[in-house]
């Protein structure tokens, strides 16, 4: 496909989508829809949509459902999903202020501050910083309540995951600071990642820790050094499907369309195969999304259908 007009097109052939999950009974169906990573994706994939009002829904929801049973809701950690929440918080605040809703604004944008200061663990704090600098950096209205970039730097520093969570928030915090413009503090997480990553002894945790890298890499636009990673990071996993559609995105706004369909296809596959219906959901809909954004929403659609989820 061209690009014209500035749109980026991408055609994914319909014979490559896979059909709806039919494997799934009734109660896993449930199990996976009202799964609160599930619609914190899902809230994700409807704000890149533009649909303001189904996002804050669906966000609601996946707070809600995770209040109502903590324990047995989800495999994501409470401060995952907050972190998402200020991520999704502070992209509804910048597209109501691009429309000149102002209150509705500053509200989302009120909102996403103050879950970023209750969120107990510095791994995920920091992250939340890192990403309401980068809404700061991206849209001038919202008005920085903090020097948020300071912040992220100090709270990254208080943290203790474990190896691949350190990966996570270092390779994070290096794909905000790379969008917000600062380059220097970037590439100084972006080592301290790849020195996080060289201490991983175990295999598998490898795999994973340089999927993880590469998909952060992907969605910082640096898609040489993506690729390389995820070609080292080996057997298909459920991250690689995710960075694969991440780097497919990332080449795909660089004009190099053949590649980019090419990595969509893998990375449909992938996602396919993946026999968790949570992390195959999961995958799916990140899919989705970054189908949607290289700009084929009847494909995005499709792939949503076939995750086999119902907002």
Do not use: C
Request: glycine fraction near 4%.
């Amino acid at each position: 496909a061209e690009s014209n007009g500035g749109t980026l097109t991408v055609d994914i052939p319909d014979a490559l989508i896979p059909a709806p999950a039919s494997s799934l009974n009734d109660q896993t169906a449930n199990t996976v829809a009202s799964d609160p990573r599930i619609l914190a994706d899902l809230a994700f994939y409807r704000l890149e949509a533009g649909d303001l009002g189904l996002a804050a829904n669906l966000l609601d929801r996946a707070l809600a459902r995770f209040n109502e049973n903590p324990n047995a809701a989800s495999r994501l950690p409470m401060d995952a999903l907050l972190r998402d929440a200020v991520a999704l918080r502070a992209g509804l605040a910048a597209q109501h202020a691009q429309r000149l809703e102002a209150d509705s604004a500053q509200s989302q944008w009120r909102r996403a501050n103050l879950l970023a200061d209750s969120i107990i663990a510095p791994s995920f704090r920091a992250m939340a910083y890192g990403r309401l600098a980068l809404a700061a950096h991206e849209d001038a209205t919202l008005p920085a309540k903090k020097d948020y970039l300071s912040l992220a730097v100090a709270t990254a520093a208080q943290s203790v995951g474990n190896p691949v969570e350190r990966v996570d928030l270092l390779s994070t915090l290096a794909r905000d600071m790379a969008l917000a413009g600062q380059r220097e503090q970037s590439a100084t997480f972006a080592e301290q990642a790849t020195t996080a990553l060289s201490r991983i002894q175990s295999g598998s945790s490898q795999t994973v820790a340089r999927s993880i890298l590469a998909q952060r890499l992907a969605e910082a636009g640096d898609t040489e050094a993506a690729s390389s990673m995820l070609t080292s990071a080996g057997a298909p996993s459920p991250v690689s499907a995710k960075a694969l559609a991440a780097l497919a995105l990332s080449r795909a706004q660089q004009s190099q369309t053949a590649q980019a369909q090419t990595d969509f296809v893998t990375a449909i596959a992938q996602a396919n195969a993946l026999t968790d219906p949570v992390e195959r959901t999961d995958t799916l809909v990140y899919l989705a999304r970054t189908v949607l954004q290289a700009g084929d929403p009847t494909a995005a659609e499709r792939i949503l259908d076939s995750a086999g989820v119902w907002e």
